[in-house]
């Protein structure tokens, strides 16, 4: 699998198919979420996709963007979702919200070790 692959992958493994074990596997054991999340090892990386997935039931993934080059990858994801539990605050609504983010990947040996990204939280507040 090369590295656009991979991070398609943990997109659609991890927020649409909730396959934990492999978001496990294709992350580092000491990966490194240099977003607001902050996640420092694959585990919190996989404890973060399940508090999302208690937000937002019924995820589709998007990707809209993908380039890689040297190891790196970017991507232009849109997420789709219906908010069903508490969000920033927010009690379940029940509204089908869609947002973009910018997120971008480190791959080494197979392994995502590094990631960059932003949710545009204001645009999501608003939508909720």
């Not at 991979?6 to 396959?19: A, D, H, P, R, W």
């Not at 973060?48 to 997935?53: F, N």
């Not at 993934?61 to 890689?68: E, G, K, L, P, Q």
């Not at 991507?75 to 509204?95: F, L, N, P, Q």
Request: charged share 20%; aromatic share 10%; with cysteine.
């Amino acid at each position: 699998m090369n590295d656009k692959e991979l991070v398609i992958q943990f997109f659609m493994e991890g927020y649409q198919n909730k396959n934990y074990g492999f978001v496990l596997q294709c992350l580092s054991e000491n990966y490194i979420d240099h977003s607001p999340a902050g996640a420092r090892s694959n585990q919190e990386a996989v404890n973060i996709l399940i508090a999302v997935s208690k937000m937002f039931s019924d995820m589709q993934i998007t990707i809209a963007d993908i380039f890689s080059e040297n190891g790196m990858v970017a991507t232009r994801v849109r997420y789709k979702a219906i908010h069903t539990g508490e969000c920033m605050g927010i009690a379940a609504t029940g509204r089908s919200i869609s947002f973009e983010a910018l997120e971008n990947f480190k791959v080494v040996n197979g392994k995502i070790v590094e990631s960059w990204g932003y949710w545009p939280d204001k645009e999501i507040e608003a939508l909720l």
